[in-house]
């Protein structure tokens, strides 16, 4: 049985993407009593096939929208008047920003900006809430020795991506201060899962196998990330929108640190025992300023939510890796 849920008109940006997608995905097949509108312009990192999972689900719609044309966002938002912004929306692929910053402060800024004034209408609804999906890069990098990344850490972002993210969540917070809007700011570790864009480390691997194409292995391998399933991630969320909120920051992470190659070599084995595929890989040279390390501290959202965190990555893993051996083609039109 399907459980109502505390908001009932439910704005999302970048729901045909990766992390969107699964947020909508659990949404829609585990509660009831709202309304999805999505804003998605179905960039190069999204299919039509994820949306079409959501294809005979009433309560949801579907706008191919661009987040950083304000007139077309502030018609929207008039037109559907949520009462809850998920902004999932986002250019997230570092190597990508470092070639070309502009599509990064276009998408993740001005988009943020423009999804931040179209809110202002809204303020007047007692159940209102902005929520900014967000990333640990934002905190910079960590040494070995060092604690894990707490919500009151300062922002010291290394690359063009993390620098866009941290300017976006700053509005948000500024828009908070100077306009009393409700928030939530929400920075989580790496996330794994199904039909994530195959750009991103674990489904590279797995679709450079396939394709018997090399695995690239940046520097010495030995960066190390925090790494957490999609829906553990969305599930999370979801609880947090149950809480009353006015205006917090809370970081999701998996628990579970690895280095690069540590990672690569796991997933390797499964490829070939369990797939009987041939992976290789070839190191080459280090991304540029390539942080060494992320870690994330959750004991504030695990008090908050009144639970013990405890993942089950290799499960997780396996199942991830499945996925792509049956789904390589979900972005070939």
């Known amino acids: 049985m399907t459980q109502e849920y505390p908001y009932k008109k439910i704005l999302v940006t970048g729901g045909c993407g990766f992390i969107g997608s699964s947020f909508i995905k659990n949404l829609l097949e585990d509660y009831h009593g709202f309304e999805i509108m999505n804003l998605d312009i179905m960039s190069y990192a999204t299919s039509q096939k994820t949306l079409d999972l959501f294809e005979g689900f009433e309560n949801f719609h579907h706008s191919h929208i661009d987040i950083s044309d304000l007139e077309k966002v502030k018609k929207i938002f008039k037109v559907f008047s949520p009462n809850l912004v998920v902004n999932f929306a986002a250019e997230s692929h570092v190597d990508n920003s470092i070639y070309g910053a502009a599509p990064f402060i276009q998408s993740n800024i001005i988009g943020t900006f423009n999804l931040l004034e179209a809110s202002k209408n809204l303020l007047d609804n007692s159940n209102f809430l902005f929520h900014q999906i967000s990333t640990d890069e934002v905190f910079g990098d960590l040494n070995e020795q060092d604690p894990a990344f707490k919500e009151e850490d300062p922002y010291d972002p290394s690359s063009p991506y993390s620098a866009s993210k941290a300017s976006s969540d700053m509005l948000v917070s500024a828009w ?127 008090k908050f939510l009144d639970r013990n965190t405890e993942y089950n990555f290799s499960k997780n893993l396996e199942a991830t890796i499945d996925w792509y051996i049956k789904n390589v083609n979900w972005w070939d039109e």
């Open 176 to 302: 908070g201060r100077t306009y009393q809007m409700p928030y939530l700011i929400t920075n989580c570790s790496n996330n794994f899962g199904p039909r994530q864009y195959k750009e991103k480390l674990i489904p590279k691997i797995i679709c450079n196998t396939i394709e018997g194409i090399e695995i690239p292995v940046y520097g010495n391998g030995l960066n190390i990330r925090d790494w957490i399933f999609v829906d553990d991630h969305t599930y999370t969320i979801i609880e947090l929108h149950k809480k009353n909120i006015k205006s917090e920051r809370f970081n999701i992470g998996g628990n579970n640190e690895i280095a690069n190659i540590e990672l690569i070599k796991d997933i390797m084995q499964i490829l070939e025992s369990k797939y009987e595929l041939s992976p290789k890989i070839k190191f080459v040279e280090d991304r540029q300023g390539h942080d060494k390390r992320y870690a994330i501290n959750m004991a504030k959202t695990d």
